[in-house]
């Protein structure tokens, strides 16, 4: 795998769907010697299960290890620490790890309760935790999912988990974009899967869990916010520690030079989308779904997400997306299904970011 490329897969099992990318990425090869310590970075913000929006599906970590296992691999810890105010222990427990990491015979690393020390981050003082720095190789787990400050956390912001609890004070109140992109400067993203299964669609803790039955890895972790920025209907100038971090070296924050490789087809992941109480139940006012992917009705709840209700209230008719609509006719029209409407975003699936423009632009 090149470190511009990203494959991203479709489906309803974790542990096979991410077996499969590190297959077709070499991630063996990536790896190399089979004595390097290994790590697992999983999203474990708070202590509450994956289905919520807010953590990294265990079934991601066990297809990892039972790939890392199979190809001789030895050396293999789980490591996280959640955010101030919740116990690693917790979310270990309730978030699956601790029965995976039994079943698995691997090591879980608390960083909450580790060590550290601080490093220059190209210009930045910022302490990380030694059990990070003990790494080899480091695989980042983060969830695409909507953030109450910084609009969007993936793998850049996920390596928050590798700093002690009083660095994570000290980064909300210099504003987290600037500390977020120095301590990328040195924090290992070797090989990075995102989960996009149901990512929350605005807050780090979960709540608002929007099925896109998706993951995909990368090598780049700047290149890889940067696409999932795009995914959501933001720009990358929308999310300022992205733009940093290249000017740091960190890598390249243009989605357009992306290569990305789909390994199957969005329908694959085909499941019927949720629809709970809230904001999202709100949102599927404006639609009208009949057999719809996941992945894409996903593009078109992040791109309506982002609406003003003046824009919202200026939608005439709703908006159609599925399966069901396909060789009929009709108004507004989203992905390859709808190709006969008399207007609407092709792709299979879309980007939010093209829905966004597109809904945008009507009269």
Known sequence: MEKNEIFVIYGENPAEMVYRLAEEARLADLIGGRGRRIGLKPNLVVARQADGGATTHPEIARGLIDYLQKHNFKNIVILEGSWVGDRTADAFSVCGYRQLAKEKSVDLIDTQRDTARAYDCKGMKIEICDSARAVDFMINLPVMKGHCQTLLTCALKNNKGIIPDREKRRFHSLGLTKPIAHLNTLARNDFIVADGICGDLDFEEGGNPVYAGRLFAARDPVLCDAWAAVQMGYTVGDIPYIGLAEKLGVGSADPGKAAVRELNSSADGAKTPPRPSGKLRQLAGYIEEDGSCSACYAALI?????????????????????????????????GRCCSGFSSGVKGCPPSASDILAFLRSLP
Do not use: H
């Open 302 to 334: 992040f791109a309506l997400s982002r609406m003003g209700e003046a824009e919202l209230r200026r939608l005439k008719s709703p908006v159609s997306i599925g399966q069901g609509f396909r060789d009929k006719q009709g108004g507004l029209g989203i």
